[in-house]
């Protein structure tokens, strides 16, 4: 901060004219007298290089692997159970010692994705290894960029006005990959293959370096406020001061939002009311934002600019959204429609679509009611099952007789009818009121209006995978159900490497399995599935003992908890080809997937996917 609107110096290039151990505290408390410019640009390349850096290995990493991955998929597309032998063997020591202790390693020994709590309260989840590697990096690096001060200066208000103009300049620099780390339609997340959950963590992280910066820059302008003050013994109250300069209250504005923000993003008070927090969360982000922009402006300071581009993506982004929603979900005369089927402990839920979707499996929706909640939902589901049919009819305003021969002779219009199911465990809030209003009615089924935004996700394909261990936990079988058609149907056509599929679900009661019934009916009558699919049921809190009986070699039941760790074991050792295990349940299952994983990566080609969403 500083304590004029306007500047008319331009750092060191100024101060350059003058000797600064003879210069008056007070002028290096406004404009940019003492302000580095020139390290200042310097750091900002230096942190857009290292981005630009990490992004291109990640790319070049993804290449390899989308390369090794095609050639394994054309090779095993006609081969047998021998000839994949080959791809089940690393060729190199190097990525599966990666693998194990940097790409899928937690921070600790096992927890990662478990919610770890203090006083009952959550306390949220640990990034990965290599997550935290990144992060500490990033952090380290923003840490000597704003130390890296001229520590000789006779000056000490002159050391202080270097340290605000590099806090503030980093600040202003962070937001940009705080905004696009932040949305669903970050291009980053096709390109590196990256999920956005990953992005969604360092996201947080760079909003409280952000929020740091920013109190440093604050600091580092009141301690020259404080010493210029007692040089010429005439002290002023800085609130005073801030008061009477719309370029510090500005600036107070912006940084009292990022501090509020610091606080209530805290995993604690995110966990208590989601929603709330999010709402209030991006109104305070606004504020910070546009606050900071003024501040900028007003002050006439460098990298304004930054400010509104980063304003720009924040509104494109939305817009985005918004697009995504209408043209799937509203036609000219009609919008989507919804029915909910109440069932035990969740809601089956189907949208009909207005318009066609290329979907992929392992894809996620946000689903909106209008008639529930005003707020659009930020909570995201996972397609469950999708229907795609082509029907030859008319449309309702051209139903009518011909009247011509031109009109007989003119073929019907194709149209596309699509469906999409989710399966919406009744948890509280918007999942409660509607499993609540499904069970109300007579016959449990409900007819309401609502709309969803999406596909997102989706970015791992299973195909040139020999064995493919599917675990799922809970409503995380919704995740995994397009991935068992998609690989049987791919077998049967002979598209895909796959020869082995073994579904793992981890559920408390028999209940559950009403919510998956008509689609593994409907994947039991498919063709070659007795040879391919291999189906594991654990409920591991059943009404009775008897109740769980496994009715054939093909769908095996257990009573109790699942352990991965001899699941993965087992089918390890009799393996087809290149092995891939992916999981989508709870953290704390999750996590020990991972480990079972880890165990292996060293002895063949595993590689794990984990699909997740931590908030």
């Known amino acids: ?44 390349y230096t942190l857009w290089l290292s981005i630009l850096a990490v992004c291109l290995i990640v790319v070049i990493g993804r290449l390899v692997q989308g390369g090794v991955s095609q050639l394994r998929h054309i090779f095993n597309l006609k081969t047998d159970s021998v000839q994949q032998a080959y791809w089940s063997r690393n ?167 990022m501090i509020f923000i610091l606080i209530q993003a805290s995993s604690a008070i995110r966990h ?76 089956r839920v189907t949208f009909h679509l207005k318009r066609p979707w290329q979907l992929r499996p392992g894809c996620h929706v946000y689903a909106h009611f209008p008639t529930l909640t005003w707020s659009l939902s930020s909570h995201p589901f996972s397609i469950a099952w999708y229907d795609i049919q082509e029907k030859a009819f008319r449309a309702a305003e051209d139903e009518k007789l011909p009247s011509t021969l031109s009109d007989l002779r003119s073929p019907l219009p194709a149209r596309t009818s699509n469906s999409i199911t989710l399966i919406m465990s009744k948890k509280s809030g918007m999942t409660a009121q509607l499993h609540a209003r499904a069970s109300a009615a007579a016959s449990g089924i409900i007819k309401i209006k609502g709309y969803i935004e999406g596909p997102y996700g989706g970015l791992e394909s299973m195909h040139s995978y020999g064995t493919v261990i599917l675990f799922a936990g809970g409503v995380g079988i919704t995740h995994q159900m397009p991935h068992v058609r998609d690989l049987l149907q791919s077998y049967n056509d002979g598209t895909s490497a796959v020869r082995k599929i073994i579904l793992v679900w981890s559920v408390r009661s028999q209940e559950a399995f009403d919510w998956i019934h008509p689609w593994m009916t409907e994947i039991f009558q498919m063709p070659h599935r007795q040879q391919v699919l291999k189906v594991l049921l654990f409920v591991t809190k059943p009404r009775h003992a008897g109740d769980v009986v496994s009715r054939s070699t093909q769908v ?34 999750a996590d020990e997937v991972r480990s079972a994983v880890r165990e292996k990566v060293e002895e063949g080609v595993v590689d794990f996917v984990e699909e997740s969403f931590s908030w």
């Open 1 to 44: 901060m500083s304590s004029t609107p306007k500047l008319t110096t331009h750092g060191l290039s100024a101060a350059s004219n003058y000797s600064i151990c003879s210069m008056a505290p007070g002028n290096f408390t406004h404009g940019l007298m003492g302000v580095n410019l020139q390290m200042d640009d310097t750091t900002t």
């Open 91 to 257: 060729g190199t020591w190097i990525w599966p010692w990666l693998k194990r202790r940097l790409i899928y390693a937690p921070l600790g020994n096992k927890r990662h994705n478990r919610n770890f709590q203090v006083a009952r309260l959550n306390m949220g989840t640990l990034p990965s290894r290599f997550h935290t590697l990144l992060l500490t990096l990033y952090i380290i690096s923003n840490i000597v960029y704003c130390l890296f001060l001229d520590y000789k200066s006779c000056n000490r208000t002159a050391v202080l006005a270097e340290l605000r103009g590099r806090t503030g300049h980093l600040a202003f620099v962070n937001m940009m990959p705080l905004i696009v780390f932040a949305g669903r339609n970050n291009a980053l997340i096709p390109l590196l293959r990256v999920s956005f959950d990953t992005f969604n963590i360092f996201h947080r992280w760079i909003g409280r370096l952000v929020a740091v910066e920013a109190i440093v820059h604050t600091a580092a302008w009141m301690a020259a406020k404080d010493v210029a003050d007692r040089v010429t013994h005439d002290p002023d109250s800085m609130m005073r001061v801030v008061h009477n300069n719309l370029f510090l209250s500005w600036g107070l504005a912006s940084l009292l939002a």
């Open 272 to 347: 208590l009311a989601y929603e709330t927090f999010l709402h209030l969360h991006q109104a305070l982000a606004i504020v910070a934002f546009l606050a900071a922009a003024v501040h900028g402006r007003m002050g006439e300071l460098p990298l304004t600019n930054y400010v509104y581009v980063t304003i720009a993506l924040w509104f494109l982004e939305r817009a985005i959204r918004w697009s995504r929603i209408i043209y799937h979900n509203f036609g000219f005369s009609s919008s989507t429609q919804v029915t909910v089927e109440a069932l035990s402990e969740a809601c």
């Open 556 to 589: 095996r039941m257990y009573g109790g908890r699942c352990k991965p760790e001899r699941i993965v074991e087992e089918e390890f050792e009799k393996r087809v080809g290149a092995m891939a295990v992916t999981v989508c349940g709870p953290g704390a299952f």
